[in-house]
């Protein structure tokens, strides 16, 4: 199986900057995600790596690193619909393992 | 709006019961997945079919079965309900099998078991 790791909830101020940290450990990796989770509603993908490095996507970037096992997703210039949970998800084997998810919540 | 529709919305039943949920799928896209998302759980993968084959296997019960039809919508069938089984259920589809195809989630279906 996987073990996802990230954090529980983080809080930043409108127009800033937040990094969301993913550590995961897994055999027959082939492929991390990111989604968007408002309450209640159902996940949108915002970012897929299966190589190394930062793929960049407008105010969103996600970064991997397979030998460390770590990606992270970068949200800048913060918006107040960014207010919601971020699901960061592996795929080995056809599965896609999620992580509990982080909780962002933007303040004006 | 993903394309991809679940019905019901909301459905409320008693333990001991059985219930069905429906997904169609995006026009074209092949694969159909189930998840469920309960408050303590989070976002857990059950069940994969890829044009009309079961093709992967999460944390399924044994009380829950899936199946696609020809015409590649699927229905997720819950048997014996317990009031753990309380949950938001989403079906996504993707084009294809391959780890770089996205998956498109429904709205889900809100099982409440009383």
């Known amino acids: 199986g996987q073990n996802i790791d990230q954090p529980t909830e983080m809080t930043a101020t409108e127009g800033a900057i937040v990094q969301i940290n993913c550590t995961y450990q897994?055999?027959?990796?082939?492929?991390l995600f990111w989604y968007q989770q408002h309450a209640g509603e159902a996940p949108t993908f915002l970012s897929y790596?299966?190589?190394?490095g930062l793929e960049e996507k407008g105010r969103f970037s996600s970064f991997l690193s397979r030998s460390k096992g770590y990606s992270y997703l970068l949200l800048k210039e913060l918006q107040m619909k960014d207010s919601a949970s971020y699901l960061c998800?592996?795929?080995?084997?056809?599965?896609?393992?999620f992580g509990a998810g982080t909780t962002v919540t933007v303040r004006a | 709006d993903s394309g991809v529709t679940q019905t019901p919305k909301h459905l409320i039943t008693a333990t001991g019961q059985r219930v069905t949920l429906r997904c169609s799928p995006r026009?074209?896209?092949?694969?159909v997945y189930w998840y469920q998302q309960s408050l303590d759980q989070g976002l857990q993968f059950l069940i994969q079919?890829?044009?009309?084959?079961?093709?992967a296997k999460g944390n399924i019960l044994e009380r829950f079965s899936a199946q696609q039809f020809p015409d590649l919508h699927s229905e997720l069938n819950l048997s014996s309900l317990e009031l753990g089984d309380s949950a938001l259920y989403f079906c996504?589809?993707?084009?294809?099998?391959?780890?770089?195809?996205?998956?498109?989630f429904g709205p889900g279906t809100r099982l409440t078991v009383t």
């Open positions: 996504a589809s993707s084009v294809g099998l391959g780890s770089d195809y996205e998956q498109y």
């Open positions: 897994t055999s027959g990796f082939n492929g």
């Open positions: 790596n299966v190589l190394d």
């Open positions: 998800a592996v795929r080995a084997d056809y599965k896609l393992s």
């Open positions: 026009s074209g896209d092949l694969s």
């Open positions: 079919y890829y044009n009309g084959e079961e093709r």
